[in-house]
């Protein structure tokens, strides 16, 4: 079984710019949440998704925003971008509840120059 | 403020030695708590997950300790191989109504020598 998938896997971006990043889970999970991880640093929690609904959001501004479409992919979108928003952007996948498992899908590494 | 701090921020041993990383949280309510290892470039995989009535949990040469009462918890990892160089993270879950939200600790640096 294919564990979760993230595409792409680089990018390079200029500030102002915008960028989608997209995750599918693994087959069966029903829940997507997304992370991102600066250079020396843990993750960092941006959104949790659950059949296709917010279930919990980081502090994150406004400039982030997701959604998870109906086979349970998601899309990550982050607008008007910042040198500062370089980072490795994690995806993990579960099934449901507070006790399950979440696994990480290998990340997308964003540049902003 | 709920956060997760880690010590020592990293550390180095020899192979096989045995060693004993630490995670303080200030997360409330708690619902659970992870050690995940990440190693370099790769997303964070999953050691243990400890809820409030746990005290240890092991996973082959990983043992996990969860003090609820003092928020604190320990990883220790036994008989120390060069695999077991990676980054380990803490990982506590917070509930708020339906809402769940996770806050990671910054991780220990570990590097394994022969």
């Known amino acids: 079984d294919a564990g979760v998938t993230q595409s792409p896997t680089h990018l390079i971006k200029t500030r102002g710019q915008h960028v989608t990043l997209r995750c599918s889970p693994i087959?069966?999970?029903?829940?997507v949440s997304w992370y991102q991880q600066v250079l020396g640093q843990g993750p960092q929690f941006i959104f949790q998704y659950y059949e296709k609904e917010e279930r919990g959001r980081g502090n994150f501004p406004d400039r982030f925003s997701a959604r998870q479409f109906p086979n349970y992919s998601s899309e990550l979108n982050v607008n008007a971008l910042l040198l500062g928003d370089s980072a490795l952007y994690l995806c993990?996948?579960?099934?449901?509840?507070?006790?399950?498992?979440?696994?990480f899908g290998p990340g997308t590494r964003l540049t902003v120059t | 403020k709920n956060q997760v701090e880690q010590s020592p921020q990293s550390l180095i041993i020899l192979e096989g030695k045995n060693c004993t990383l630490q995670?303080?949280?200030?997360?409330?309510?708690?619902?659970?708590l992870r050690w995940y290892k990440q190693d370099t470039g790769r997303g964070p995989v999953s050691l243990t997950i400890m809820t409030f009535s746990e005290n240890t949990k092991s996973n082959g040469r990983y043992t996990a300790t969860l003090d609820a009462d003092t928020k604190q918890s320990s990883l220790h990892i036994t008989a120390s191989q060069l695999s077991d160089s990676a980054s380990y993270i803490c990982?506590?879950?917070?509930?708020?109504?339906?809402?769940?939200?996770?806050?990671f600790g910054s991780g220990t640096q570990l590097t394994v020598l022969p």
């Open positions: 087959s069966g999970h029903k829940s």
């Open positions: 995670c303080n949280y200030t997360v409330s309510p708690f619902s659970n």
């Open positions: 993990a996948s579960s099934l449901e509840g507070l006790r399950a498992e979440q696994y």
């Open positions: 990982v506590v879950t917070g509930t708020s109504g339906s809402a769940r939200q996770l806050t």
